[in-house]
């Protein structure tokens, strides 16, 4: 029987130091990341040594500025790293995605003097970060928010709640969007809040279906005091920050998205062209290379839309329409490619024994996480026709 095992992804990267970093992506995946990933999310262990190493290597801040210890890589290429990560094990793939969007505030928005003070030790110091948006009750109406903070003097005491956080109760350093003003979108400000600051919390972890591994829980807020020093932006400019952040973060979870279905897509492939029926391996049937067929095709185009959008970013050209599909299509397309891969796979796809499950389960998140698709689909549409009436 010929040898049809999955090959390596064949990437169109831009630079020899790109090819060159995928080629060390892929080697520690192989390593450090893949063969404990089974039983690590079954029983729910965070792989911290991991992120530790992924820091010592300079894949913490790929797409920050090299001056506060990033990488300097375009989006281009830092999405093809998560994709190359999540692919491996969607717990690190989404948590550098969910550490890059909690920096992206002080890194977009900060001061020459707050990023010179925190940002290398966030990139590149073993760190870990946590974005902190939602609340209990204002998920996709984060606008609604309910945490406040009151100026002290020189310092801003937080108080509230904030909900889904990944990373809750064991990131480093967290990026908080409170209330400092008026109801709606234009009385909400950005602070960077340390990990161990006196009043700050978190809940139990939640009990989810599928990346267990990594850690989502509430992060309460009992009267934190942070110096005016940690405040990133002007007063009332934390909501726009939050949103461009995640403009930029639903491109992370595309990517990561695509990962997880390639990955699905290549077990497939494995198991199709191994198990034999009927005197032949069940590849041969003409329905199941079909249904092989359109798992790669959709794939390939959800590659191309988030590198699209990437590629856009890179020019400095406005994305967030593109990043709105790219999220929608491709976490779509996890869906329905880990669906099929469990198909592929029968009986057996329904078993701990493989990880097509783990894959299915897994994908549903990406669904939810930074906006439901619904709220994409919303995005896209005010992009075509402009804001709904009120």
Same mark, same amino acid.
């Given at each position: 029987?010929?040898?049809?095992?999955?090959?390596?992804?064949?990437?169109?990267?831009?630079? @020899?130091? &790109?090819?060159?970093?995928?080629?060390? #992506? !892929? +080697?520690?995946?192989?390593?450090? $990341?893949?063969?404990?990933? /089974?039983?690590?999310?079954?029983?729910?262990?965070?792989?911290?040594?991991?992120?530790?190493?992924?820091?010592?290597?300079?894949?913490?801040?790929?797409?920050?500025?090299?001056?506060?210890?990033?990488?300097?890589?375009?989006?281009?290429?830092?999405?093809?790293?998560?994709?190359?990560?999540?692919?491996?094990?969607?717990?690190?793939?989404?948590?550098?995605?969910?550490?890059?969007?909690?920096?992206?505030?002080?890194?977009?928005?900060?001061?020459?003097?707050?990023?010179?003070?925190?940002?290398?030790?966030?990139?590149?110091?073993?760190?870990?970060?946590?974005?902190?948006?939602?609340?209990?009750?204002?998920?996709? @109406?984060? &606008?609604?928010?309910?945490?406040?903070? #009151? !100026? +002290?003097?020189?310092?801003?005491? $937080?108080?509230?709640?904030? /909900?889904?956080?990944?990373?809750?109760?064991?990131?480093?350093?967290?990026?908080?969007?409170?209330?400092?003003?008026?109801?709606?979108?234009?009385?909400?400000?950005?602070?960077?809040?340390?990990?161990?600051?006196?009043?700050?919390?978190?809940?139990?972890?939640?009990?989810?279906?599928?990346?267990?591994?990594?850690?989502?829980?509430?992060?309460?807020?009992?009267?934190?005091?942070?110096?005016?020093?940690?405040?990133?932006?002007?007063?009332?400019?934390?909501?726009?920050?939050?949103?461009?952040?995640?403009?930029?973060?639903?491109?992370?979870?595309?990517?990561?998205?695509?990962?997880?279905?390639?990955?699905?897509? @290549?077990? &497939?492939?494995?198991?199709?062209?191994?198990? !034999?029926?009927?005197?032949?391996?069940?590849?041969?049937?003409?329905?199941?290379?079909?249904?092989?067929?359109?798992?790669?095709?959709?794939?390939?185009?959800?590659?191309?839309?988030?590198?699209?959008?990437?590629?856009?970013?890179?020019?400095?050209?406005?994305?967030?329409?593109?990043?709105?599909?790219?999220?929608?299509?491709?976490?779509?397309?996890?869906?329905?490619?880990?669906?099929?891969?469990?198909?592929?796979?029968?009986?057996?796809?329904?078993?701990?024994?493989?990880?097509?499950?783990?894959?299915?389960?897994?994908?549903?998140?990406?669904?939810?996480?930074?906006?439901?698709?619904?709220?994409?689909?919303?995005?896209?549409?005010?992009?075509?026709?402009?804001?709904?009436?009120?």
């Amino acid at each position: 029987m010929p040898d049809r095992a999955p090959q390596p992804v064949d990437r169109q990267l831009p630079t @020899d130091e &790109a090819r060159d970093l995928i080629s060390l #992506v !892929r +080697d520690i995946a192989q390593r450090e $990341i893949a063969p404990s990933a /089974a039983e690590e999310e079954d029983t729910g262990r965070f792989p911290r040594e991991v992120f530790t190493l992924l820091s010592d290597s300079g894949l913490l801040g790929l797409p920050y500025d090299a001056e506060f210890g990033g990488g300097e890589q375009p989006y281009e290429v830092y999405l093809q790293v998560l994709e190359e990560l999540a692919a491996a094990r969607l717990t690190v793939g989404l948590g550098v995605s969910v550490h890059t969007l909690a920096s992206y505030a002080l890194a977009t928005y900060g001061t020459k003097e707050q990023q010179t003070e925190h940002l290398p030790a966030m990139l590149g110091g073993g760190l870990l970060g946590a974005y902190c948006l939602s609340e209990p009750a204002s998920g996709s @109406d984060a &606008a609604s928010l309910r945490t406040k903070a #009151v !100026r +002290d003097g020189d310092d801003w005491v $937080i108080t509230g709640t904030k /909900a889904w956080i990944t990373h809750g109760g064991i990131a480093d350093f967290c990026t908080v969007m409170a209330r400092t003003g008026e109801d709606g979108p234009r009385g909400i400000t950005a602070f960077l809040v340390p990990g161990d600051a006196e009043g700050l919390s978190a809940a139990v972890p939640e009990k989810k279906m599928g990346l267990k591994g990594s850690p989502t829980a509430q992060v309460h807020l009992d009267g934190v005091r942070v110096p005016d020093a940690r405040r990133i932006g002007d007063e009332g400019q934390g909501f726009a920050i939050a949103l461009s952040a995640l403009d930029s973060g639903r491109l992370g979870i595309a990517a990561c998205a695509i990962g997880v279905a390639q990955a699905a897509l @290549d077990e &497939a492939v494995s198991y199709a062209a191994e198990r !034999r029926q009927f005197g032949k391996p069940i590849a041969d049937f003409q329905g199941l290379r079909f249904m092989l067929a359109d798992m790669a095709t959709q794939i390939e185009a959800g590659r191309a839309l988030y590198l699209t959008a990437a590629r856009l970013r890179d020019a400095g050209l406005p994305f967030a329409k593109q990043a709105a599909m790219a999220k929608l299509h491709c976490t779509d397309t996890a869906m329905r490619v880990t669906t099929d891969a469990v198909q592929i796979l029968g009986g057996y796809g329904y078993t701990a024994d493989f990880p097509a499950e783990r894959y299915m389960r897994e994908a549903k998140v990406l669904q939810i996480v930074e906006g439901t698709n619904q709220i994409q689909r919303m995005v896209i549409a005010r992009h075509l026709a402009g804001p709904e009436e009120r």
